[in-house]
């Protein structure tokens, strides 16, 4: 079983491509801490790294997943270049449940918080032919069932964007908000949402084409799946306008697969 967390896609891609050569499934890590996945002989864990480190929702999700400590568990970080503590902080979360990761790895893919930045992610589609080789070696390794860890070791660099103050000045950041001039209510920011922190509810005004309203709730871990999925460009990060030719989605991923 191979579990991921993924807002515009590179996760997923990347665990499905591992699955279907292991013959594994594939399950939101959201949806996987409601299993007892304790019979599953392989846990594949595929997620980002945001800011140097494990995503928040990951690691408050980690510790909820019921899998055996004899199983062969395995971790992937597609992320725009450095994994800092991505790896580290969530093999530590493991071992205190008595699991150790037997293989890690990173691979680079475009990065979606680029935007942000006003730089284009889907100019940086080169990763994927420049990485093509590594993804077989993952693949093969995987298959293999080989024990290496790569990228898994204590960053200084990653504890410092993940002590709290740091954190939460970045999740404060980095979180996306609703113009709502510019939304219609459509509800695909809610259905991309790997967190379901997004309701639609009805405007205090509203128009003859517009009744209802998008809302961000409490519980944003900033990857972005809103702002890149907006078909009006309504998800703005620091007030700034999402242009629609930055905002990406891995090639071989299609929204309704992001949908809940």
């Not at 864990?45 to 199983?71: E, G, H, M, Q």
């Not at 504890?159 to 740091?166: A, K």
């Not at 970045?170 to 379901?196: D, H, Q, W, Y």
Request: net charge positive.
């Amino acid at each position: 079983m191979i579990l991921y967390f993924s807002g515009t896609g590179n996760c997923l891609a990347i665990a499905r491509q591992i699955a279907s050569a292991t013959n594994d499934q594939v399950l939101p890590l959201t949806e996987a801490v409601r299993q007892n996945l304790t019979s599953e002989r392989r846990i594949g864990l595929v997620y980002p790294s945001y800011d140097f480190n494990t995503p928040p929702a990951v690691r408050n999700l980690v510790p909820r997943l019921k899998i055996s400590a004899d199983a062969y568990v395995f971790i992937i970080i597609p992320c725009g270049a450095q994994a800092g503590n991505s790896i580290w902080s969530v093999r530590r979360q493991l071992r205190e449940k008595g699991i150790e990761v037997s293989y890690s790895h990173k691979i680079r893919v475009p990065d979606n918080s680029a935007i942000v930045f006003g730089r284009n992610p889907n100019d940086q589609s080169w990763k994927f032919t420049r990485f093509a080789d590594r993804l077989q070696t993952i693949i093969a390794d995987v298959q293999s069932e080989r024990k290496a860890l790569h990228f898994a070791w204590f960053s200084p660099l990653g504890w410092l964007m993940g002590t709290e103050r740091m954190e939460q000045w970045m999740l404060r950041t980095f979180r996306p908000a609703v113009n709502e001039t510019k939304c219609i209510g459509c509800g695909i920011c809610s259905r991309v949402c790997p967190m379901r922190n997004i309701t639609l509810s009805d405007r205090e005004e509203p128009t003859a084409d517009h009744s209802q309203l998008a809302a961000i709730g409490p519980h944003c871990t900033a990857c972005l799946a809103c702002l890149h999925a907006c078909p009006q460009q309504a998800i703005e990060v620091g007030a700034k306008p999402s242009p629609k030719a930055h905002q990406y989605r891995h090639p071989d991923i299609k929204l309704k697969d992001l949908s809940r």
